[in-house]
């Protein structure tokens, strides 16, 4: 069965910064796109980021030059640096795993591209 496990979330400061981590167990890591999504309060679940196979990366404009999305292939791990935090940050984060090496015709930033999602972490961040 596979699993996707978040962990790092937390209550941080504005301007702080907090580092997701999420690991890959029960399906080959290899080869497959990874992404990270966010559910605030009362919002509907949005795309992040997202990092290919090859290491192609994609963010949602919010968070361009503050997170940055990385993944440890011998460790089944994909992470999200997030800095700068602000509170508008502050959400329900999720980490998505793809069937294939990219994302499908839907785009990394679609939910549709991706198959298995985690329990989410949450992220808070005080003013």
Same mark, same amino acid.
């Given at each position: ?5 978040? !962990? ?8 702080? !910064? ?6 890959? !167990?029960?399906?080959?890591?290899? +080869? #497959? /796109? ?5 559910? *605030?309060? +009362? ?6 980021? /997202?990092?290919?196979?090859s290491g +192609? ?8 030059g503050r ?6 292939? /011998? ?10 935090? #602000?509170?508008?940050?502050? /959400? ?15 785009g990394c930033?679609?939910? *549709? !591209? ?14």
């Amino acid at each position: 069965q596979v699993q996707l496990v978040e !962990s790092g979330g937390g209550l941080v400061q504005a301007g702080g !910064s907090l580092r997701l981590s999420c690991v890959v !167990s029960g399906r080959s890591f290899s +080869g #497959k /796109a990874m992404g990270w999504f966010r559910q *605030a309060p +009362g919002k509907e679940r949005e795309f992040v980021s /997202a990092i290919t196979w090859s290491g +192609g990366t994609y963010y949602t404009d919010s968070v361009k030059g503050r997170f940055t999305i990385s993944r440890d292939n /011998a460790k089944n791990t994909v992470y999200l640096q997030m800095n700068s935090l #602000k509170p508008e940050d502050t /959400a329900v984060y999720y980490c998505a795993g793809a069937p294939s090496s990219t994302c499908s015709a839907y785009g990394c930033d679609a939910e *549709a !591209s991706y198959t298995y999602w985690g329990q989410g972490t949450q992220v808070t961040v005080s003013s």
